[in-house]
DNA sequence: AACTACTACAACCGCTGCTAG
DNA sequence: ACTAGCAGCGGTTGTAGTAGT
């Protein structure tokens, strides 16, 4: 099915925006709201592609805009969500309060990428770099015929109020594909779960409900680093058809706080939690 | 000072999903 | 059911700024 372009593309201007541009948006959004974009361009005298000016009013012009240095609480923030997300970055944008899925999405590639690799996590799969070619080996073997999993994230100390995320993902496969994952491009993964193989054949319901620790407060930075240590490539102990729900409260005190992903130095896990396959499970 | 290499990020492109007719 | 138009998303590119030589 063909499409028109979105605008006359002759009459358009492209590439970086003058202040003049940015005043005329501006100006207009303020006296009329956000509306239409495809119509905004003429009735606000700017000769640009309505798609352009939605991307800069969203990325750039909004008051509401966060400017400046991520920090480390967002830091561990987004590599959480991208675990559990994949590149939504939409998504993982409307849990950043002030951040646009496009500052998300070029910090990702450009620092929080180069951080993990740097510590030996594969940024995609979010795995130890030297784990990866035995999981692959081991993937095949252990995924299940069918898995059923749902993925509930209920942010209760989110500020924005934003509707929780829930994520279905039905996998009926004999063998999933591991060798499509890309893990030296930004090419979309989806995020993995390695299942033990006594639960072959039955229906899981991995239903987690997740308290994002945004006021730290009463929250010890182990306890914080574990929130982000239960999505792990850990295995833990799972009774066949057994639906499991767990609040990241919960699952801290379970799983192992040894390792830190490589943020503050050391070992990434401590000899008991790690087995000989690379996995990780609880100690 | 001049050049090159690298980094950060704004902006574009092409596609998908939703919706109205 | 089908088509077309739109907003929105994610991947990629272009380029200005900076660091290194």
């Not at 008051?63 to 959480?80: C, H, S, V, Y």
């Not at 992903?261 to 070992?267: A, H, P, S």
Request: glycine share 6%; with cysteine.
């Amino acid at each position: 099915m063909g499409r028109s372009p979105c605008c006359e593309k002759a009459h358009t201007n492209k590439g970086a925006w003058t202040k003049e541009e940015d005043q005329r948006l501006i100006n207009y959004i303020r006296a009329n709201g956000e509306g239409c974009w495809r119509s905004l361009p003429k009735a606000a005298g700017l000769q640009r592609c309505g798609k352009s000016c939605r991307l800069r009013w969203i990325n750039y012009l909004r008051p509401d805009l966060k400017r400046g240095n991520f920090t480390e609480e967002e830091d561990e923030l987004i590599i959480k969500l991208h675990r559990l997300l994949g590149n939504k970055w939409s998504v993982i944008a409307g849990r950043l309060p002030g951040r646009t899925d496009n500052e998300i999405k070029n910090y990702w590639n450009t620092h929080i990428k180069r951080k993990l690799i740097s510590h030996g996590i594969d940024p995609q799969t979010h795995r130890p770099l030297n784990a990866a070619s035995v999981i692959s080996a081991t993937n095949s073997a252990t995924i299940p015929t069918t898995t059923t999993k749902n993925i509930s994230m209920d942010f209760k100390n989110n500020v924005d109020q934003k509707p929780n995320i829930i994520i279905n993902n039905n996998v009926t496969s004999s063998s999933y594909d591991e060798t499509k994952c890309n893990s030296g491009t930004t090419e979309e993964t989806k995020p993995v779960e390695i299942i033990p193989q006594k639960t072959s054949q039955a229906m899981i319901n991995l239903e987690l409900s997740i308290g994002l620790p945004l006021h730290n407060d009463h929250i010890s930075s182990a306890e914080s680093t574990a929130s982000y240590n239960f999505l792990a490539p850990v295995a833990p102990p799972l009774t066949a058809a057994v639906p499991i729900t767990a609040t990241a409260e919960v699952v801290a005190k379970t799983v192992c706080l040894c390792w830190q992903i490589g943020f503050q130095g050391g070992d990434q896990c401590c000899a008991k939690c790690k087995n000989t396959t690379g996995f990780y499970r609880f100690c």
